[in-house]
């Protein structure tokens, strides 16, 4: 198949699959080898070397999406994102990150950069002053993540482009929020775009995975370090990925829909303090949310009455899980102070606006009414236990 100017869907069903020669089925075949030939071969296959014939075929698909030249794909999200910035940036060499950002990012950096020489700084906002600033000599990287993890803030991909080019800096975007379906950085001027692909390009819980895009170049790079740290996917695993990405942007697009009108009913629910979401046309980020995504993504954040228990409300909930992870297609929901934030400090939680009454909300695919009954009938139950 040409793969120029087709569909995302097209390209979610049909780019990266491995041809069956032998039975010609619909479906890609699984390999499962972990010992290829070495004699006599165009490649020489390893599942380390990120090279067999379903991870080599994945990352087609993966690229394609992001509008990228290549990719990789790896064990977890944050496999991707250590590895990839490890990639980049050597001793004395710096970073510039927002400070909101994913917990295991943050405690990533801030445990793990200084044994290796490298520094870093948190911009403390997210206009271009806050980034510029923070910038030095010796800065090699600029990280941002957008949608932010979890009060998602919008940052602006084109300023962030423009000034590291200026600077000869590489940029590199944790995408995971929005997936390619709602957001393609490349379009923008971001040079690597990261994933936690058990989220949104998974889709149903049950695999965990990570995935890189960028240039050959770049990639190239990467997998210099890749190869020797040892974070491959399994082939199963890649299988399953490659299956569950064909369906990615019609769920996707469902889970945007619904989060929409979640965020709606919730913005108005009495017991509720604060809704934090990019497609509101409150949120301090809509107009820039709105350039430069597709859709809004299918996750949210909300604030509960600080006079209700938080744990109270979770276990009066009836079909919404409190389930860690994000974006499968049932609708989940946790504690950020609990799970994803739970490394920081909780003066580094308050600095970051992340109250112990902050609750994420992935939205799945269920009806929204089904949905907004589960969450009124928690609101109800939990306000007759405190007499509210």
């Not at 380390?48 to 087609?60: D, S, V, W």
């Not at 995971?176 to 936690?196: K, Y």
């Not at 994420?360 to 009954?373: L, P, Q």
Request: charged share 25%.
């Amino acid at each position: 198949m040409k793969s120029k100017n087709i569909g995302i869907n097209t390209i979610c069903t049909h780019i990266g699959e491995v041809e069956d020669k032998q039975f010609k089925g619909a479906v890609s075949p699984l390999y499962m080898s972990s010992s290829y030939a070495y004699e006599d071969v165009d490649v020489k296959r390893y599942p380390r070397y990120f090279n067999t014939p379903n991870q080599e075929a994945l990352c087609k698909k993966i690229a394609m999406l992001e509008k990228s030249e290549a990719g990789l794909i790896f064990g977890s999200g944050m496999a991707a994102v250590s590895t990839t910035m490890l990639a980049f940036l050597h001793k004395g060499d710096h970073v510039v990150l927002p400070q909101t950002l994913y917990g295991g990012t943050y405690n990533f950096v801030v445990e793990e950069f200084h044994k290796f020489g490298i520094e870093y700084s948190f911009a403390e906002g997210f206009s271009e002053a806050d980034f510029s600033e923070k910038i030095q000599k010796n800065t090699k990287v600029i990280f941002v993540e957008t949608p932010s993890n979890p009060l998602m803030r919008i940052t602006d991909l084109e300023m962030i482009s423009r000034i590291a080019k200026q600077r000869g800096i590489v940029t590199m975007i944790d995408n995971t929020f929005a997936s390619p379906v709602n957001q393609t950085p490349a379009d923008f001027g971001i040079d690597i775009m990261i994933h936690s692909a058990t989220k949104y390009m998974g889709g149903h819980s049950d695999i965990l995975a990570g995935a890189v895009a960028a240039s050959e170049e770049h990639i190239k790079i990467i997998w210099n370090l890749a190869k020797n740290l040892g974070g491959s996917l399994s082939d199963y695993t890649v299988w399953l990925l490659e299956r569950s990405m064909k369906t990615m942007v019609l769920r996707v697009k469902a889970q945007n829909k619904n989060a929409k009108k979640m965020a709606k009913w919730l913005d108005k629910h009495p017991l509720v303090e604060k809704v934090y979401y990019p497609g509101l046309k409150r949120h301090p980020d809509h107009e820039l949310a709105k350039k430069q995504m597709n859709g809004y993504t299918g996750m949210l954040s909300f604030e509960i009455n600080e006079s209700l228990n938080v744990g109270d409300f979770l276990k009066a909930l009836k079909m919404i899980k409190p389930s860690m992870s994000l974006a499968g297609v049932e609708s989940t929901i946790l504690s950020p102070a609990k799970t994803s934030h739970a490394l920081l400090s909780a003066e580094e939680r308050k600095r970051q606006n992340i109250s112990d009454g902050l609750l994420r909300f992935s939205v799945g695919i269920e009806e929204t009414e089904d949905i907004i009954a589960d969450l009124e009938g928690a609101f109800q139950k939990i306000s007759k236990m405190q007499k509210i």
